[in-house]
């Protein structure tokens, strides 16, 4: 092959390389737009996902390790503890049961489970927490069911 041949055969070989790069990009579009992305986002009906409750658990009197404690328990009860941590404040009295989905049923069975007067069940729903339940332990930790 001479030197011109070699260069017009390299030319042709980045031409057609380009030209099917092209053509995949463009079915690659066609496709986006007939079958568009499904959003990962729970439906606005009040119903699980799944039948687990999914809870988060907060220490809110500032004990060490007592959040920890209760998703340990919380697991072992059948509930899916999806993050556990501290509470904004340490100067929580009285364990709280915060209902995030609006489904107060499981709301009042988190509070069953670990023995939280209903009363204590407080309603603050949004769409930002992909959660059922928030629990913050108050210092009356000790008190609650095991």
């Not at 030319?11 to 579009?29: E, N, T």
């Amino acid at each position: 092959m001479t030197e011109k041949q070699s260069s017009n055969f390299l030319l042709h070989s980045a031409l057609g390389f380009l030209s099917i790069l092209l053509l995949v990009l463009l079915a690659a579009l066609f496709t986006r737009i007939i079958y568009p992305r499904v959003l990962a986002e729970r439906s606005e009906v009040s119903v699980l996902v799944s039948d687990v409750i999914q809870v988060e658990v907060l220490n809110g009197c500032g004990v060490p390790g007592l959040a920890t404690k209760f998703t340990s328990r919380l697991r072992q009860n059948g509930f899916d503890v999806v993050q556990s941590g501290n509470f904004e404040t340490f100067d929580i009295t009285e364990t709280i049961v915060i209902d995030r989905s609006g489904n107060s049923e499981n709301a009042k069975r988190v509070a069953r489970a670990l023995g939280v007067p209903e009363t204590r069940i407080q309603r603050e729903i949004s769409s930002d927490f992909y959660l059922d339940a928030t629990i913050v332990i108050g210092s009356d930790y000790e008190n609650l069911q095991p």
